[in-house]
């Protein structure tokens, strides 16, 4: 069900049209959605900092790598 509706909303497409900056941040070991595709569209679209998650899937699967989301995070927002 979520891949029709994103067939049918384009998120990338909105993402690649909007001017707000953005930060993905995308484990490098997640299956379902292609860390490739974040990688071009964070290259293609000004305003935007991927941050990889080296080794982790969709879930940040250790305490150490959700801290490290959470610190990315907070430090994005606050610049």
Do not use: K, Q
């Not at 909303?9 to 001017?19: A, G, H, I, V």
């Not at 070991?29 to 969709?58: F, K, M, Q, W």
Request: aromatic share 8%; proline share 4%; glycine share 2%.
């Amino acid at each position: 069900m979520l891949f029709e509706e994103c067939r049918h909303y384009r998120p990338l497409e909105y993402l690649m049209d909007s001017r707000v900056p953005v930060l993905p941040v995308h484990g490098d070991h997640y299956a379902s959605v292609s860390y490739e595709i974040s990688r071009a569209a964070a290259t293609a679209r000004s305003n935007t900092t991927l941050h990889t998650v080296v080794g982790s899937d969709h879930a940040f699967d250790t305490r150490e790598r959700e801290d490290e989301v959470i610190a990315v995070s907070l430090a994005w927002l606050d610049a």
